[in-house]
């Protein structure tokens, strides 16, 4: 990936298309133009543009066909310009897979807001898949709902699984009787803070049973518990 940050504009009216060149240098991006759809998708696949900006009417292949294609290959953030404010619902009910629209008249400055909108959206790493969390010696796998202590599966309750998961997610953060109470039950029953602290008491000492070393749940005194 090239240093500076080149966004593409594919766009058949020149005006348009210089303007759009002109604000996204001001703001420090390089720019290329293509004024049709002909070989628009060779430009990408071959020079990977950080985005696209892609007008839906062009000459010799439109923008839909264009997006289509990319995607196919690519996920190059793409920036739709319509003519009609309508066609937006109209393509995002097609699918064609562009990450953002903007009818025309349209003002520049929010045409590169945007733009950074999704490129900024694109740079975020991608959700880890892994259900897998732990502290310490203390491990759980969330989707198959076990937990291990050095290696060894407890046996939790779903309320003290909820509650473990809630507080493994957050080290050292104290989480107050009613914190746990919205964390342990799924729907929204009140409970007294003697039942908390009941399944705390139980969590505790299922999670010291295989440990030789200090538990890692602590209760906060006058506030409420933490994993630490
Ligand atoms: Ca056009």
New binding site residues.
């Given amino acids: 990936m090239p240093d500076k940050k080149r966004i593409l504009i594919i766009?058949?009216?020149p005006k348009i298309a210089q303007i759009l060149v002109d604000f996204f240098q001001m703001d420090g991006f390089e720019t290329s133009v293509l004024h049709d759809g002909m070989h628009a998708v060779d430009e990408i696949r071959n020079n990977e543009p950080t985005a696209v900006i892609l007008?839906l009417?062009?000459p010799y292949k439109d923008g839909i066909s264009i997006c289509r294609e990319v995607r196919t290959f690519s996920n190059v953030p793409i920036l739709m310009l319509t003519a009609r404010v309508d066609e937006i619902d109209r393509l995002t009910g097609l699918g064609i897979g562009a990450d953002d629209y903007v009818c025309k008249p349209f003002s520049v400055q929010e045409v590169v807001a945007r733009v950074k909108v999704i490129l900024r959206r694109a740079e975020q790493p991608a959700p880890t898949t892994s259900s897998l969390i732990g502290y310490k010696h203390v491990q759980m796998d969330l989707e198959k709902f076990v937990c291990y202590v050095d290696g060894n599966q407890i046996e939790l309750s779903p309320v003290e699984f909820r509650l473990l998961t809630a507080m493994i997610n957050k080290p050292s953060v104290v989480f107050s009787r009613d914190n746990l109470m919205r964390a342990g039950y799924e729907d929204d029953r009140i409970v007294s803070s003697r039942t908390i602290d009941s399944h705390m008491k139980n969590l505790r000492s299922k999670l010291s049973q295989f440990s030789e070393t200090e538990s890692i749940l602590h209760s906060v005194y006058g506030i409420g518990y933490k994993i630490e």
Avoid: R
């Fill in positions: 766009e058949d009216e007008d009417m062009l």
